[in-house]
Structure formats: C-alpha cells, structure tokens
C-alpha cells in the first residue's frame, strides 16, 4: 500500500507526519519503506541518524530520485508490505507519478496559510491523481498552533478541501507536529510518554489513514437464495 504526504509549503509538517506514519505502521509488525522524491532530502539525516541510535522499529529510507519513478515504485512494492512517500510541495513530474499510484494521500495543511495560487495548483495535481485512479482517498489533516482556534483558518481550510473532489478533512488535528524535538532519528511516536497527547493525535491519524474501507453489501434478489444467507 503506497501513502503519500503532500502539502502546498516547505515547512516541516509533511515530513514530520510521513516519518510518524511510517514508525507506526512498522511497529504494526508491516515491512515498510519511508521514501521522499527528489535526490536529496533531510529525512535522510533522519533516517540514519534513527538507525545509528539503533532505535526500533528499523525504517528503510530510500530516495525515489528524478527518473523512472513509477519503475522505482513498482520495485519497491515487491520488498515491502507498505511505502510511505514524502511527496514533496512542489509540482514536479515525480511528485504526480506518486500521487498517481497512491491508495490514500494526505494532505498536512494549515488555514492560516493558504493561498489562492497554492490551493488551485495543489487542486490541479490531487484532482489529476484522482482522474488516473479514482479509487485513491484524499484525506486533508490541520496543523494548527496549541491555541489556534480561529474560525477564519477553518473555512478557509475547509474551502481548499472542497475544491478536490471526494477530499475529506480528518476529524482529528494536528498541533504542531514539528516544533518538538524528540531527539536525533526520533518522531513523536517514539517519545509517547512526553507528550500523550500529540503522540494520541498522531495515532488517530494513522487510523484514519489505514482504516479499510467497508465493501457495500448487494442486496440479495428477492426469491433468490445467496450464499451463506440460507437458513
């Protein structure tokens, strides 16, 4: 299963999600592959940082680079159960080539910055991703500062959501995932017992993320026996 993380600005929330969805999906017992695309990233740093300390669960950090990302991609869901992507903030060709081939994509975002410009072009790339697989669930998350509860922020948050079809807003929120340091290779997730709270958000975010979605069940034709509805 391929998740992405994208958002419309350079600030740390979309790594810091990425890294948090990634440690919490492998302490499930999956075999999960943290990747960015581009050819240089901090998570990188993160990364080897996280397996010098020897901290578990072990994540295998990877780059997807410029080139052949689908052929990259594909070669990746043959050694893990799951892939999360740091996608990035900027349009670039790798960037919708993971959008693509995602199951879910979150969307890490804050009311008080977005922009017109940033939420069309974001739009135009999450409605293109959708187009190619109309399966894939858009999923928008807010990032907001402990205090932060301006209703100004929200609308405008939710008027981006609504410019993507099916797109959805979490019902949980995110407070500043990124201003904490937990220490070098480390993400909230690993450090629960400082903060309970913000480590509790990122969990209900992960069970967003990976929640199955339930099949609708046919109804059964009148007079027709279906399996297993005998008796």
């Not at 994540?59 to 996608?87: H, P």
């Not at 959008?99 to 804050?110: E, K, T, W, Y």
């Not at 187009?131 to 609308?155: K, Q, Y």
Request: charged fraction near 25%; glycine fraction near 10%.
């Amino acid at each position: 299963m391929i998740v992405a993380i994208v958002n419309q600005h350079g600030n740390a929330d979309r790594s810091i999600v990425a890294r948090n969805l990634a440690v919490l999906r492998a302490r499930s017992g999956r075999k999960v592959c943290l990747a960015m695309t581009g050819l240089w990233h901090g998570g990188y740093l993160w990364g080897e940082a996280r397996s010098a300390a020897r901290i578990r669960p072990w994540l295998d950090v990877r780059s997807l680079g410029t080139r052949a990302v689908g052929d990259r991609l594909a070669g990746l869901r043959r050694l893990f159960n799951d892939i999360v992507v740091d996608a990035g903030a900027r349009d670039t060709e790798e960037c919708r080539r993971v959008l693509g081939a995602a199951r879910v994509i979150v969307v890490p975002a804050r009311g008080g910055e977005v922009d017109l410009v940033g939420q069309y072009t974001l739009a135009r790339r999450l409605n293109a991703a959708r187009a190619l697989n109309p399966e894939v669930r858009i999923l928008f998350v807010a990032v907001c500062a402990v205090s932060d509860a301006e209703p100004d922020n929200e609308a405008a948050l939710l008027a981006h959501v609504h410019r993507v079809g099916t797109a959805r807003l979490a019902p949980v929120r995110l407070h500043e995932p990124g201003a904490y340091a937990y220490g070098e290779g480390r993400c909230v997730c690993d450090a629960e017992t400082c903060d309970p709270e913000l480590a509790d958000e990122m969990h209900a975010l992960y069970r967003e993320v990976y929640a199955q979605p339930v099949a609708r069940l046919r109804r059964p034709l009148l007079g027709v026996a279906q399996p297993g509805l005998a008796g």
